[in-house]
């Protein structure tokens, strides 16, 4: 038995979720893949566990039964499908820390920043899952091709961790430095707009330099 606790990625079939949820089992937490489908995240927790070797621990369950069966939710779906994800998963994250990894990306103009009405996804979250639910911003600002890697050198991914909960923040931040990355404490959940919209920002850097996937690292101004 694992003494982490067992964790949902909702969307865990995606670039973004799988990364989280194969860099979470290989750091040896319990995994629920959720997707909108069973049959979908049943394959994808089967391929991720046949990665992962012996000792992993990963099922599949549509979102709303992995919401329900983690004690700790992360959401990584695509924008479009925020909002609906939310809805089917409310009753189950009651009394749960929820983070919230979306990009409020808006196709075909994903370079330009274009927050959501309310100022950031992970705000709106907060506000439609209601106080029960600690809301906690990270992971916007770190490539998906880190993540899937087998070789993630993650050390040189910074992510910033806000959230109106300093001991729901402080859980995520520790989850994150497990898994290799420095992580930061930013403040309340209104903060989260600045990594939301640094993504935006990150993806037209990875096109204008040819990047294979830009990140942020924080300087402290300490001398060397």
Not at 54 to 76: F, K, R, Y
């Amino acid at each position: 038995m694992s003494d982490k606790p067992r964790i949902a990625v909702l969307g865990g079939t995606g670039d973004l979720g799988g990364g989280l949820a194969w860099q979470l089992v290989r750091t040896g937490y319990p995994i629920i893949i959720g997707s909108r489908g069973v049959e979908k995240a049943e394959r994808a927790a089967s391929e991720l566990s046949a990665r992962a070797g012996s000792g992993a621990m990963v099922i599949g369950l549509a979102n709303p039964d992995a919401a329900a069966s983690a004690e700790l939710v992360i959401l990584t779906v695509p924008f479009s499908s925020h909002k609906p994800t939310l809805q089917s998963v409310r009753g189950a994250v009651q009394g749960k820390i929820f983070v919230d990894a979306t990009v409020p990306l808006v196709p075909p103009k994903v370079m330009r920043v274009q927050l959501p009405a309310g100022g950031s996804a992970g705000k709106q979250a907060q506000e439609f899952l209601g106080e029960n639910v600690r809301v906690v911003s990270a992971f916007q600002n770190v490539a998906a091709a880190h993540l899937n890697a087998d070789d993630a050198n993650l050390d040189e991914c910074d992510v910033l961790v806000s959230g109106n909960d300093k001991d729901a923040r402080e859980v995520v931040v520790q989850i994150a430095e497990d898994l290799g990355m420095k992580a930061w404490h930013a403040g309340p959940i209104d903060n989260s707009a600045v990594a939301e919209a640094l993504t935006s920002v990150l993806i037209f850097m990875n096109k204008r330099y040819k990047f294979p996937g830009a990140g942020i690292k924080i300087t402290t101004g300490t001398a060397a």
